[in-house]
């Protein structure tokens, strides 16, 4: 072989590790690039609509989800929770959910029981007054807070009341009822937070 032919070969197999070489490179800066351009995993979260199976929930039960770093209740209430937001009618500030309509209630959560189905309730579980998360007192029956309880939502922070519909009771701190998030159902069992393109 001549040294002719040596030093070719020499510079082809050069070149070729330095295309190589080269190409490693673009393909290690490209794959950040395009990464740093997707949505991270925290935001995706954030936004993303959840999904909520409702099968086992049985009547008098609540579950909670989290949707955008909130805690969203389910509340699957009996015959008897029905009745008790009607009368509560009178007791709540705004029993139409006729304020910030746009923002705290959308138009198919716009009832007396502020839902699709009355049976569900679904509302993100944070104070209207300066977002603490009320407790739980589904049950009916005398509270040191309420002589009337009909069953609902007290907020031990500032002494809010919310019905069984998420309805602030008149003459409370919070200034609005529980905010019904955007929601839909996929099944009757499922249900999604988040979106209502269907919006029912």
């Avoid at 393909?27 to 909520?52: I, N």
Wanted: with cysteine; hydrophobic share 35%; net charge neutral.
């Amino acid at each position: 072989m001549s040294d002719q032919s040596k030093v070719n070969r020499g510079r082809r197999n050069l070149v070729m590790v330095g295309a190589c070489a080269g190409g490693a490179a673009a393909v290690g800066t490209a794959v950040p690039l395009v990464a740093s351009m997707l949505p991270s995993e925290r935001a995706e979260a954030l936004g993303a609509p959840v999904e909520a199976d409702i099968g086992q929930l049985a009547p008098g039960e609540k579950m909670t989800v989290e949707w955008r770093g909130q805690p969203v209740w389910i509340l699957h209430r009996t015959k008897e929770m029905l009745e008790e937001i009607k009368e509560t009618d009178g007791r709540v500030a705004d029993p139409k959910s006729e304020r910030k309509k746009s923002e705290l209630t959308p138009e198919y959560a716009r009832n007396e029981y502020r839902s699709i189905k009355p049976e569900y309730l679904v509302v993100v579980g944070i104070c209207t007054h300066l977002g603490c998360s009320p407790q739980d007192k589904l049950k009916a029956g005398p509270e040191a807070f309420e002589s009337q309880w009909t069953g609902g939502f007290y907020c031990p922070c500032h002494g809010s009341l919310f019905d069984l519909a998420g309805r602030v009771y008149k003459n409370k701190p919070a200034p609005d009822n529980l905010r019904v998030p955007p929601y839909m159902y996929l099944s009757d069992n499922k249900i999604l937070i988040g979106d209502d393109k269907k919006g029912a």
